[in-house]
């Protein structure tokens, strides 16, 4: 079961501007968590945010939520050629059950 | 350096071949997980293990079985029951905060990428 959706599906970027990209649910959830995953590796945490949280930054990273659109989005600043990867949202419906992902964001930052 | 550790990178099978994918971690979490990522898609969850000696069937369980033997291990055989096995294998670990596997960030190994001819 797919519980979240990015969008875009893809995004193509120039280095230096910033990257916005959306996840959107369709239940209540306790949490939602935004993963990296480079070409052919495993995925990387980001960052995690609660459900009674709107706001979350690490970095250049800035995490927004929206429970009652049942929506997230995750903004990169100042992109960079290494920011290229591919970009996942994952949701638990409950503390007690396993990650949800979605299909991904594919982020290319063009040198 | 603590880690996953999935071997190996890349499995080659003929069809009708049971194969067994390791993973191993050295974190000392309590939960492990295995997805599937198959082109341009998103994980899908085949089993977990919340504890040592118990594991929970995800959405995706069908030709797969799992062990967990050992806090440390959780290998995944894909049978020959599996119909279409060719895919990439991710799997991941967390601890359980608040006794639940939910609450956590969960942290992956690189993957094995399995193809069956």
């Known amino acids: 079961s797919q519980q979240g959706e990015e969008d875009p599906q893809a995004l193509s970027i120039q280095e230096g501007e910033n990257a916005t990209m959306n996840c959107s649910y369709k239940t209540s959830i306790n949490n939602l968590q935004w993963y990296r995953q480079n070409s052919g590796r495993g995925l990387v945490h980001l960052i995690l945010i609660r459900s009674n949280e709107r706001e979350k930054h690490s970095g250049r990273l800035r995490v927004t939520l929206d429970t009652s659109k049942k929506s997230s989005s995750l903004l990169i600043t100042a992109s960079r050629a290494a920011d290229t990867a591919s970009y996942f949202c994952?949701?638990?419906?409950?503390?007690?059950?396993?990650?949800?992902f979605g299909k991904g964001t594919r982020l290319s930052v063009i040198a | 350096d603590g880690g996953i550790t999935q071997s190996p990178k890349y499995l080659f099978r003929k069809e009708g071949q049971n194969v067994t994918l390791s993973c191993e971690q050295n974190?000392?979490?309590?939960?492990m997980y295995w997805y599937r990522q198959d082109p341009g898609q998103g994980l899908r969850l085949i089993y977990y293990?919340?504890?040592?000696?118990?594991?929970q069937k995800g959405d995706i369980a069908e030709g797969y079985s799992v062990s967990r033997e050992k806090k440390e291990s959780f290998p995944l055989t894909v049978t020959s029951a599996q119909k279409n096995p060719t895919a990439f294998y991710l799997c991941?670990?967390?601890?359980?905060?608040?006794?639940?596997?939910?609450?956590?960030?969960?942290?992956f190994g690189n993957g094995t990428r399995l193809t069956v001819t």
């Open positions: 994952a949701t638990a419906i409950s503390g007690n059950t396993p990650l949800v």
């Open positions: 991941a670990s967390s601890i359980r905060s608040q006794g639940a596997v939910g609450n956590s960030p969960l942290h």
């Open positions: 293990s919340q504890i040592v000696n118990d594991f």
């Open positions: 974190l000392n979490h309590d939960a």
